[in-house]
């Protein structure tokens, strides 16, 4: 009779599922997730993809509403092949950063997988999607997948009225800027697709209406000219042009001068894709920790209260373990740390200090040492952090120690490494602020900037990156990715790289001597 009861207790049994299965799961986590671990999440939306879906959405990446391009078909080709001959799997789920947040779960998932990532999805990422500080300045989830399908109708509509291979053109030279199209500290406006369609007719309307050869009427700058009125010219220039520009496509967007208006908006709608990304790339380590301890303690609570089975945890503790597999260094299969392995052993940490202090911990960590809140602090980190911040700030020596972390030094002067700092008390500093360091999107993104243009001179578009510790850019990459600002602007681009430190200049090419 008892083994009876506990059975009836069970959410379900076996790997089958059906949607009343699901539902129930699904209610089930909700309440842990909600009253026990007061997460704060957007309403859900669970979908059920095939595997050839999942793939599909790799190649768009991610996006249920994307615009056609050449380079996702190519990625879905790749993908289906690593995935048909067994060299790759698929993700058990994918998640949209939108509201509702929009889970995607395979079909061939097991019970006991569909409970994981309904937990990991639906209320870990969610969570982290809604509350942490970058998404909530950069990202409009309420208004991406309404602008997601304006651009891609826009798109469609210029392909028919211009040509594919015309829209292909401006695509291609804009993806490959993505890297250089991001705010990294002005907050972008709210997406709108009602105020997007109302502000692309009015700019079409103008634009037809005052178009002419402006730009050949306006006086030319006299010929001779003393170095201080034209470093004055210079100066006055670079102040109404709001230079140095560290968004690249934003700067061509709204100033190049052989773009039309439509080619303008295609330029926007690959920058506004890129700085909707901008802050996962942040976040990465904090998001995939956030979501798997969220799912590793929901599942583990619903086995304590008798609804989740044995067979069920082995099978869910089973996939966690693979999920959060560290290869140590020297093992051929170590290709950096594992963001999940890592983001979840610093969320264990952390419920860790709060609960169970050492001195040692205390003397780290005097603020939420043995609080026993571990739930508030957690929150509190998930809202106000990106990597880079958190690991500074949390990564502990315990964990250093069990990490075994130990920082290299690499001059390019010596031929070989030495190793500078290992996981002692003389080196947990330098080895937490050198993995804190390598999670810095901003600093390890290559800084290059729009420095100057003479709107009304020969229109020469002066690029210039910052090189940092004497790394710069590889020659055949620069070359190319000059050729497409060139495409965009239609005038001589150059690139000037100057070390950051001594100000002096290290290089300098001209998209001149690479155009076709």
């Not at 991406?144 to 210029?158: G, H, P, Q, S, V």
Request: hydrophobic share 40%; glycine share 4%.
């Amino acid at each position: 009779m008892e083994k009876r009861a506990k059975a009836s207790s069970l959410l379900f049994s076996g790997s089958d599922w059906n949607f009343q299965t699901l539902s129930r799961t699904y209610d089930a986590i909700e309440t842990v997730a909600l009253d026990d671990l007061k997460l704060d999440v957007y309403p859900n939306q669970m979908e059920i993809i095939s595997s050839e879906q999942m793939l599909d959405a790799y190649a768009s990446i991610g996006m249920p509403l994307m615009y056609q391009h050449w380079s996702f078909g190519k990625h879905f080709i790749h993908e289906e092949h690593l995935y048909r001959k067994g060299r790759r799997g698929l993700a058990y789920e994918l998640v949209i950063n939108s509201n509702p947040c929009i889970v995607y779960l395979m079909e061939e998932n097991t019970m006991a997988l569909q409970a994981l990532v309904t937990a990991h999805a639906a209320f870990g990422h969610n969570h982290f999607f809604k509350n942490n500080y970058l998404f909530q300045q950069w990202t409009d989830a309420g208004a991406i997948l309404n602008y997601m399908e304006f651009a891609k109708t826009y798109i469609a509509r210029c392909e028919e009225r211009h040509g594919i291979a015309a829209v292909e053109q401006i695509l291609d030279a804009a993806h490959a800027l993505m890297d250089q199209a991001v705010f990294r500290y002005r907050r972008p406006p709210r997406l709108s697709s009602e105020k997007e369609r109302d502000r692309i007719r009015e700019r079409l309307e103008y634009e037809e209406q005052s178009f002419s050869d402006l730009w050949r009427t306006l006086p030319r700058r006299k010929e001779s000219i003393t170095p201080s009125e034209a470093e004055r010219e210079a100066q006055e220039r670079k102040k109404f042009l709001n230079l140095p520009e560290e968004n690249l496509l934003y700067f061509l967007e709204k100033n190049s001068l052989i773009l039309e208006p439509w080619q303008r908006e295609l330029v926007r709608i690959v920058r506004i894709v890129a700085q909707y990304f901008y802050p996962q790339r942040q976040t990465k380590v904090m998001n995939e920790g956030c979501a798997t301890f969220v799912h590793y303690t929901i599942l583990n609570t619903l086995f304590d209260q008798g609804k989740v089975g044995e067979g069920t945890m082995l099978e869910v503790l089973q996939s966690h373990a693979n999920v959060v597999f560290q290869p140590n260094f020297d093992d051929p299969r170590y290709s950096g740390l594992n963001p999940y392995a890592l983001g979840f052993a610093l969320m264990q940490d952390i419920e860790r200090i709060c609960m169970k202090p050492t001195s040692e911990d205390r003397d780290w960590f005097p603020d939420f040492a043995g609080n026993g809140d571990w739930r508030a602090t957690l929150i509190d980190a998930w809202a106000n952090h990106r990597d880079e911040s958190f690991l500074r700030q949390y990564l502990s020596p315990a964990l250093i120690r069990k990490f075994r972390l130990f920082v290299l030094a690499d001059e390019p002067d010596d031929s070989h490494y030495k190793v500078a700092s290992i996981h002692d008390e003389r080196g947990y500093d330098k080895v937490r602020s050198a993995i804190a360091n390598s999670y810095d999107v901003g600093a390890n993104r290559p800084d290059i900037q729009v420095a100057d243009v003479d709107l009304l001179g020969d229109r020469h578009l002066r690029l210039q990156h910052m090189v940092q510790n004497g790394v710069v850019l590889a020659e055949a990459g620069r070359q190319a990715t000059l050729r497409h600002v060139r495409r965009l602007w239609g005038y001589n681009v150059s690139l000037a790289g100057v070390d950051a430190e001594s100000g002096n200049q290290l290089y300098e090419v001209s998209a001149d001597e690479t155009a076709n």
